[in-house]
């Protein structure tokens, strides 16, 4: 497949062009006054499925945002590989910490990415990552090298918790059927420094709700009279954790799974560098549970950390008030084992047993979903391990991420598939955050990799 390079070669400039016009669309779930914005990234997806050869495509409804699947049969006899992607996008808030506007795609280099970046909202998580795929897709079926089947699924609610997924993919067995499913929505940990992400965290996310007096109260004549539901919020969040950094919730740590001493220490044998990490997030010190190291709090140990907050008057200048409501939005990483609902069951319970008897406290899930740890000795990772050997000269390294793809585990419970997580962005792409960016050598070089993987797939399938 000497050809990928000089078809990549060739159609750069489309390539970049076409992921540009995708991530113009704010196709934000988290806000039902995009729902046009969904609509048109979700015609855009199918549209760009057909024109990269799929013979069948379909814009699916749910009872949520549509899901797009297409696929590409050429032999039944042969392997089938899904791809697993969303089109969705976090909100882009806030917006002032934009260096460019988040839905105003600009290429712009950067000294990780001498080469340029994509920066928008999107271009790393996950619409750039995904486009890959449709990319690879197309010089497969385009030149002839399509050595399998394909299916596609590209979802528009991953970012609020794939609800309609967790609803379609139950009833879709049949159409879904594979033999493993592919994603690129992590990351690898340089460029230089090939690597495959093995295991991912839980999530559950809630919002909290403290109302103290019936209305907002003037603070002078009602100050150290009444409670203040921000001064409670802010204690009661406080006591979540201990002085080790240790969450509170009592039965919180009861399943968590505790790696080996040699699972420890080969970890640690990843490259990583503890100056360049506080450098690049301008930090005089890391913060974190107490006894773990850096790599190991954000992959595997659990989480919990509060996400907004918010309670009384917040305009320009003062106005001395004692706010009734105080709220705050806070999501728990979890480890494999952990179970997201009975984690969301045993902070409710919590949260409200520590409340004082002069406010209520209610707390309402949003959403969640389990841990996954993928096995390193099966026929897919070691397709995938060689096919970032052939593009990159080197083996990658197994690595455990902190993030949360919810639906991994849900694809091995409904359609018993394991799952490669082939991911191509960086930690520095600051997803979720103001200057998301996808570096243009990562975007081309995925698309680069991933028709290896189904070579390889194929012939050791």
């Known amino acids: 497949m000497d050809s990928i390079k000089n078809y990549i070669k060739e159609h750069k400039n489309r390539f970049l062009t076409e992921l540009i016009q995708l991530l113009k669309i704010p196709s934000i779930s988290a806000d039902a006054s995009y729902h046009k ?53 976090q909100p882009a808030d806030p917006i002032e910490l934009w260096t460019s506007p988040p839905f105003e795609p600009v290429i712009k280099k950067t000294e990780i990415h001498p080469e340029g970046a994509i920066f928008a909202r999107g271009s790393c998580d996950d619409k750039g990552q995904m486009y890959m795929h449709v990319k690879a ?98 204690k009661m969040i406080a006591s979540l954790h201990d002085e080790n950094n240790h969450i509170t919730i009592p039965g919180f740590y009861d399943n968590v799974e505790e790696l080996s001493t040699e699972e420890r220490a080969e970890m640690a044998k990843a490259p990583f560098s503890l100056d360049d990490y506080k450098d690049a997030l301008k930090i005089d010190d890391v913060y974190g549970e107490k006894d773990f190291s850096t790599n190991e709090r954000n992959a595997i140990r659990p989480t919990l950390d509060v996400n907004g907050i918010w309670g009384g008057y917040t305009g320009e200048g003062a106005k001395t008030v004692i706010a009734s409501k ?55 990772y070691k397709a995938a391990s060689q096919a970032y050997e052939t593009t990159f000269g080197k083996t990658p390294i197994p690595q455990r991420s902190g993030g949360s793809i919810p639906i991994v585990a849900l694809f091995e419970k409904e359609l018993n598939s394991k799952t490669i997580l082939m991911g191509f962005g960086l930690n520095s792409d600051a997803i979720h955050s103001p200057n998301e960016h996808f570096g243009v050598w990562n975007y081309l070089k995925g698309i680069e990799t991933i028709p290896y993987f189904y070579t390889n797939f194929t012939k050791l399938y």
């Open 326 to 380: 105080a709220f705050a939005k806070i999501s728990m990483r979890l480890v494999p084992n952990q179970d997201w609902r009975e984690i969301t069951e045993l902070f409710k319970n919590h949260f409200e047993s520590i409340a004082p008897k002069s406010v209520k406290v209610v707390v309402k899930p949003h959403h969640g979903g389990q841990g996954y740890v993928t096995p390193t000795n099966n026929i897919a």
């Open 37 to 89: 914005e969904i609509l048109l990234s979700a015609d855009f997806i199918k549209n760009s499925l057909e024109k990269a050869g799929c013979d069948k495509v379909e814009l699916c409804d749910t009872p949520g945002n549509p899901i797009i699947y297409g696929e590409k049969i050429i032999d039944a006899s042969l392997p089938t590989v899904l791809v697993y992607g969303h089109y969705d996008v």
């Open 137 to 234: 897709l197309e010089y497969m079926t385009s030149t002839g090298n399509l050595p399998c089947n394909v299916k596609f699924m590209i979802e528009g609610e991953e970012e609020v918790g794939s609800e309609s997924l967790a609803w379609f993919v139950p009833r879709n067995k049949k159409k879904l059927a594979n033999d493993v499913i592919l994603i690129s929505d992590t990351g690898m940990i340089a460029n230089d420094i090939p690597s495959i992400t093995t295991g991912l965290r839980g999530l559950s996310y809630v919002e909290v709700e403290v109302t103290g007096p019936n209305r907002d109260l003037h603070s002078g004549l009602y100050g150290g009279a009444v409670a203040n539901p921000i001064n409670i919020l802010t």
